[in-house]
């Protein structure tokens, strides 16, 4: 009932009183008329704002709607936003501080300078000049390599960004779980300015051929796949020290305790490296994208090394070293757990890349 007496009312407003002897030629037009009335009304309502707010100009806000909190507070020359008198909108403390993006950069340009400085010094192959090249030594030179790297790569992690927080059971689990992958990322990066050969320490570089010799022309071509796809990106050295950092918080490992902690850790070294491309490589909008698709890449090349390994261990034509896998998922032996806890618990000294 109410709501048709109003419909009533403004139908009764907008409709023109016609005395008797008008004719309908002398009537304004409809719209004309509702304009007039509508001018009205506001002219009206306007009034009545100014007078409220010139009669009680210290009315508290939560009274007042928002065009008469509006104008209250453009009269009285108070903050647009919360009122006070003491300073305007564009230094309003109680107002929500926008993005600031210097910021995130500042923070992802931290990460990458101190991943920078964690890197850990070169290493040598020393590989015994005396022996032919067989496949033999070979893997007995890689395999040396891996084991002195994994000592090197321990000692890294401990410098990543919050990868110290988190529980030893955690790093550990980390570790076990993409240490071959860091280690194939760090031959790949180095061997980027050399064509076709394999970087695998400075004085141990194979070609095609080479690697035909000793047996390991398979891992030849899976590891010439990343190289070219890296190559393609021109991958530069803070990009090299970021996705390093994120392989290994990235392991599928199932015995991590807290996960949420893993997360934010991946969620920062992310940032990191979106930050980094986005400031250096404002041409490549999505470079940061481009650089992660490689990753499923590395690990499945890393699961061929795993188990062209794992093959030479049964074989027991190679001794094996502690951190050589001892199962295709990629995890070392259990006779690496206590030096692995001994060297998480310790502090090295931190090394940086020379050269």
């Given at each position: ?57 210290m009315q508290c806000d939560r009274t007042m709607t928002r065009v008469e909190r509006q104008e209250h507070r453009r009269l ?29 950069i500042d923070l992802g340009t931290s990460v990458v300078s101190q991943l920078l400085e964690a890197e850990p010094e070169k ?45 030893l059971a955690d790093q550990m689990s980390l570790l076990q779980g993409a240490w071959m992958e860091i280690l194939l990322l ?170």
């Open positions: 009932m109410m709501r048709l007496r109003c419909v009533v009312n403004s139908v009764a407003e907008f409709t023109p009183v016609v005395t008797s002897g008008t004719a309908a030629s002398e009537l304004p037009p409809s719209g004309v008329l509702i304009g007039r009335r509508l001018r009205e009304r506001k002219s009206v309502h306007h009034l009545a704002v100014l007078s409220k707010i010139k009669s009680e100009p009285n020359g108070l903050c647009f936003y919360c009122g006070d008198s003491t300073h305007a909108i564009s230094d309003c403390p109680k107002r929500t501080k926008r993005f600031d993006r210097s910021a995130v290493i040598y192959a020393t590989p015994d000049p005396s022996l032919p090249d067989t496949d033999v030594k070979a893997l007995s030179t890689l395999c040396d390599l891996a084991d002195r790297e994994l000592v090197l790569t321990i000692g890294w992690a401990k410098h990543i960004p919050g990868f110290s927080s988190l529980s760090g031959v790949v990066y180095r061997s980027l300015p050399f064509g076709d050969q394999l970087v695998y320490a400075e004085d141990y570089v194979i070609d095609e051929l080479r690697s035909r010799v000793c047996g390991l022309r398979p891992l030849y071509l899976c590891m010439q796949r990343l190289v070219h796809r890296y190559r393609s990106l021109h991958l530069d050295k803070e990009e090299y020290v970021t996705l390093k950092a994120l392989v290994l918080t990235n392991s599928d490992s199932l015995h991590i305790e807290d996960a949420q902690s893993v997360q934010r850790l991946q969620d920062l070294l992310q940032a990191a490296l979106h930050e980094h491309d986005t400031y250096h490589h404002q041409d490549e909008p999505r470079r940061a994208g481009q650089l992660l698709l490689t990753l499923p890449l590395l690990r499945q090349t890393s699961s061929k090394m795993v188990l062209h390994f794992h093959g030479v261990r049964a074989q027991g034509a190679v001794p094996m070293h502690k951190t050589v896998p001892g199962n295709a998922g990629g995890k070392v032996r259990s006779t690496s757990v206590a030096p692995t806890v001994d060297l998480l618990t310790s502090t090295p000294p931190r090394t940086q890349d020379r050269g």
